[in-house]
């Protein structure tokens, strides 16, 4: 018999944990282990994971979700599991959604995806699924072509042995979609959200239209360089990769000038620092050198902020422009 095993990756959400772990125990077909990824998690979820005997747990730095399901999947994998079902920490499965996945045969172990709904309105999908905006407006069991990871996502494990596991390095917000991509359109492994298979999850509520905090928003370098990534995956063309990269840039540049209310000039400026980071291949930013590195920019004279693009700039045109064509013509 195929085992089937539960990867939930956490962070410093013990309460939301606890329910979703709940929502696993309960489930009509039980997974057959349930593995908690924490990622080094600074509130009380260590000491409540050691009073869950029925749990398996790994600690670990907090290295994204990206490392998280990095962890989870490997040890899944390497642990023979068949079927490794995934979610983060801020949602959980109606009760029959596991038994539900696992009744579905299509003619290749296809990648398949719970139907993520509100899990305030229970009814509403929380990402754009085919043109449905409700669940009850769905009338097939399979809906072809679309899947939303990390939310009650179904691995079996021969995906695994063709695709690898997320990149660790990609930290968050564009990992799950470099994964997706990459067993998708790279391998070509067919995707099907299960409509009868419910996850629920907190609805979408930020938009990149929404003024951030420039001194305090990481997460936007890490959505900034990692979508280069996913065009990478995206399009087998890797010079569409990077003109699609190039018009994403340019589109997200004028979100900033049309919607942002604060900090124009250093908001436009940092993008260069991501796009400096692609182009040299570089995934050493955290958390906290992200953070370091906006108080400090914060500070910066207003002179700096606008003399600071044009010098990048010309460093990429005159410097490392050879280097980012050698590349392409390397990867390519």
Partial sequence: MEKVIAVVVSYNRRALLSECINALRAQTRKP?????VNNGSTD???????????????TQENVGSGGGFNTGINWAYVNNFSWIWCMDDDGYPKSDALEVLLKVETPDRSLLNCAVINKT???????????YTTIDEVKEDLIKGIGHPFNGTLLHRSIVA?????KSSLFLWGDESEYYYRIVKKYQIPVYTVSQSIHYHPASSYTYKQDWDFTSCWK??????????IHNVKFSNKLFACVNYIVFLLAFAGV?????????????????WPLKDVLKNDFSATPNVILNRLKIAHSQSFQHTLTAPVRTLWSFMFHTGPVMQAKTAAAA
């Fill in 44 to 58: 009380d979820t260590e000491l409540w994971l050691k009073t869950q005997p029925d749990l398996i747990f790994i």
């Fill in 121 to 131: 309105d229970k009814k509403s999908f929380v990402w754009k699924t085919s043109s």
């Fill in 32 to 36: 057959d282990a349930i593995l908690v």
């Fill in 256 to 272: 900033i000038v049309l919607f942002q209310k604060t900090n124009k000039l250093k908001k436009l400026s940092f993008l260069l």
């Fill in 220 to 229: 936007m370098y890490y959505y900034v360089r990692n979508r280069f990534h």
């Fill in 162 to 166: 063709k695709v690898g596991v997320p």
